[in-house]
């Protein structure tokens, strides 16, 4: 169960992810081929231990309103749902169970910077790759669309691993951040 303060938390943050993806980065377009999509940091950072349909609505809704402010019907909701519902087996897989502590959150502070980065890269490359294809949906666009989606997706990880450094890491000693 969350408290108040983690609900609060997360709904600014969810806040946040939408007005910064509508009103910033939905701007950004470095020759076709780099658009930053921070908005699933928020899917990424919601606490080990939400229950799965409240993952799947919010994955939706943040998704939705995204496309609400990029005149893309449905395009980001698919790809946020698609990597709210792969989450949990990525969780699995990448993070060990001892570490999954009611109310924690996959960051550096919890989890380290190498599993960081990894479960983050392997789920925003999977979001990524989703959303280039429904947006491109053509078989001629394959080589350009994987492009897009890789180059991307490397921005985007950079940048959440820059807000992971910033607002995630305090407690951490140095050495403690790279295990």
């Known amino acids: 169960m969350m408290s108040s303060n983690k609900i609060m938390i997360n709904i600014l943050r969810f ?7 509508g009103l910033i980065l939905n701007h950004v377009n470095i020759n076709g081929y780099l658009n930053p999509l921070l908005y699933v940091m928020f899917i990424l950072l919601l606490p080990f231990d939400m229950s799965r349909p409240l993952t ?9 309103a995204v496309d609400l402010f990029s005149g893309t019907p449905g395009m980001h909701a698919a790809a946020s749902v698609f990597v709210a519902f792969v989450r949990p087996y990525f969780m699995d897989a ?21 599993k960081v980065v990894y479960y983050n890269g392997v789920l925003v490359l999977i979001h990524h790759m989703i959303f280039f294809f429904i947006e491109a949906f053509r078989i001629s666009e394959f080589l350009q669309t994987m492009v897009r989606a890789l180059l991307s997706s490397v921005i985007t990880i950079a940048l959440i691993i820059v807000i992971q450094f910033l607002f995630f890491s305090k407690s951490k000693t140095r050495s403690g951040l790279w295990r």
């Open 94 to 114: 990448i993070l060990k169970h001892d570490e999954e502590e009611t109310g924690n959150e996959p960051t550096i502070r919890v989890i380290g910077f190498r």
């Open 56 to 64: 799947l609505i919010l994955a939706f809704l943040l998704g939705y």
């Open 15 to 21: 806040v946040a992810f939408v007005l910064i993806q």
